[in-house]
């Protein structure tokens, strides 16, 4: 069956060239548009009993249903004189309800006289803003209310389940970025010294970056249908790209070693997909099919 694919694919290898530049320019154009689409959090579960009790709580004492937490310090003033009062006021001033939607409450110790929004040392005093929204959505103001806090004289910390999250997809980003700056540079000059080629060490570059543009295009199609973290951006990627490297490598050697024993290029390719293609096939199946068996051991353990 392998071979046949082989012979196939050599048959009608433009239109699977041309296949494959459609489908990596369109998941190219989706993965810019991915990130919006992918989900902070995904560290609790909505059915268990702690997050149903929780949500009950919220329903029934009218705490929002996501919060933000701001601590304002300063080194000279305390929380509790008026100086820092008037001046958390300013600093809070552009934090208003109509200009932040969902936003219901600015609660501080100065409007509530709660202690508990005063530090121990007296010398920090928590904001808290209760947002009738979800944590979605009070996620992405996130960069406004920082923008709005910032020019003031007290030292501000913005903290809270949105912005952490907030936090976590930038610096997941970054951190994709920085990996791939430095990992396709590395990995092309390593495959330069292993194969002596220019061509030969960028496909396998070439054909990872765009086995990586076509599965993100996919994710995105399914982030349409059901909720993804932020974090299957970096693990689609990373991971993508390895394996398709890899992979890549078991078919450039294999098809380089078809040509030196003298077959012609139809020849060679049709042995190194019955071969190398063949490997590459029920290792990717078996990987899904191990994460499955897994699984099941480990619900019959349960």
Request: proline share 4%.
């Amino acid at each position: 069956m392998f071979a046949a694919i082989g012979r196939f694919s050599y048959r009608h290898r433009r239109l699977i060239v041309a296949a494959w530049v459609v489908a990596f320019a369109a998941g190219l154009a989706a993965t810019f548009s991915l990130s919006p689409e992918l989900k902070g959090g995904g560290f609790s579960n909505a059915s268990a009993p702690a997050q149903e009790a929780l949500a009950l709580m919220q329903q029934r004492l009218h705490t929002g249903t996501a919060s933000i937490s701001i601590v304002f310090t300063s080194p000279s003033l305390p929380a509790r004189s008026r100086p820092f009062e008037r001046a958390e006021a300013t600093a809070l001033a552009a934090i208003a309800p109509k200009a932040f939607p969902g936003l219901e409450a600015v609660q501080t110790f100065a409007s509530t006289g709660d202690p508990t929004l005063i530090s121990k040392d007296g010398r920090a005093s928590l904001a808290q803003l209760v947002f009738n929204a979800s944590l979605d959505t009070v996620q992405t103001q996130v960069p406004r209310i920082r923008a709005a806090l910032r020019g003031h004289t007290l030292t501000t910390y913005v903290t809270g389940e949105p912005a952490v999250y907030a936090d976590l997809e930038n610096l997941s980003a970054k951190d994709l970025r920085t990996a791939e700056t430095y990992a396709l540079p590395l990995a092309l000059g390593i495959l330069l010294l292993v194969f002596g080629s220019v061509t030969a060490a960028a496909l396998p570059l070439v054909g990872g970056g765009m086995a990586v543009s076509v599965t993100l295009g996919v994710v995105y199609l399914l982030a349409q249908r059901v909720d993804l973290s932020i974090f299957v951006l970096n693990t689609a990627s990373m991971l993508g790209l390895a394996v398709g490297i890899d992979y890549s490598l078991f078919v450039v050697s294999r098809f380089r070693e078809e040509l030196a024993g003298g077959r012609s290029v139809a020849d060679a390719v049709e042995q190194t997909v019955a071969h190398a293609g063949r490997a590459i096939a029920f290792s990717g199946l078996a990987v899904p099919e191990s994460q499955s068996q897994l699984k099941t051991v480990r619900t019959t353990e349960k």
